[in-house]
């Protein structure tokens, strides 16, 4: 089994994540240093660590729902000097290595899928899988059914880096329109995983987002769980997630 593969199914997080641990020097097999995630390992066999502790594979793989609130960074280690709290510090108890699937903003809340099952976590951050993800935004100023039909057929946007790319919306829907003028409350699905796409998204309509919250990835749904709490996701849940994300069929 390949380290970065080997690291991922331990929890340490999505393969990219933890090609970062080993890059960093930060993971031994057998004594020494390795730098390349392409090593061979052998889970009975060889003891790998990272930052000087054992690692093994998990007895059995967890599938947590956690409803992340505002103001939480999506992290599972404390940046030096930031204060800020983290994701990690809800589970801080918690028996099982966990890592989160992906990101939401600082100033995104909703759902964040959590797990030790580092090919899943691979495959729903994959843009090849197009697994979809919905969020309920608050926008500034009265968003208008002619508006939401432009919206529905896509816009091109631009990354951090200056590097441009469209974008086209599985859904578009009002939920409660603005009689106001004031704002408005729109419902959207996308599955692409950009930084921040779905903000990018209303402000190439003039309609910044005030509050955004993700309420499903897949077939997840957020449901009534309360802000800063997490459930384990049903078997049923976790079957529909895997054939989403191409590991399993449903039979």
Do not use: C, W
Not at 47 to 60: H, I
Not at 121 to 131: E, I
Request: glycine share 8%.
């Amino acid at each position: 089994m390949r380290l970065n593969k080997f690291l991922a199914y331990a929890g340490f997080g999505a393969r990219r994540k933890v090609e970062e641990l080993i890059k960093q020097g930060r993971v031994e097999v057998n004594g020494q240093v390795v730098d390349s995630p392409a090593v061979e390992v052998d889970p009975k066999k060889d003891v790998v660590k990272v930052d000087g502790e054992r690692v093994r594979l998990p007895n059995k793989f967890v599938y947590i729902a956690f409803n992340k609130p505002q103001g939480v960074l999506t992290a599972m280690e404390r940046a030096p000097g930031d204060k800020r709290p983290i994701v990690a510090d809800y589970f801080r108890n918690y028996p099982v290595r966990l890592f989160p699937v992906g990101r939401l903003d600082y100033n995104t809340e909703g759902l964040l899928i959590m797990t030790n099952d580092g090919e899943l976590a691979d495959r729903l951050a994959h843009p090849r899988y197009h697994v979809p993800k919905t969020y309920i935004a608050k926008v500034k100023g009265r968003v208008k059914p002619a508006e939401i039909e432009r919206m529905k057929k896509g816009a091109l946007l631009v990354d951090d880096k200056g590097k441009k790319f469209f974008i086209k919306p599985l859904d578009v829907k009002l939920l409660h329109p603005s009689k106001t003028g004031r704002n408005t409350y729109v419902q959207i699905t996308i599955d692409q995983g950009k930084n921040r796409v779905v903000r990018r998204f209303f402000d190439r309509f003039d309609h910044g987002v005030l509050k955004l919250k993700r309420v499903a990835i897949g077939p997840v749904k957020l449901g009534d769980l309360p802000k800063g709490y997490y459930r384990e996701l049903t078997p049923e849940e976790v079957k529909r997630l895997k054939k989403a994300a191409g590991l399993e069929e449903e039979g």
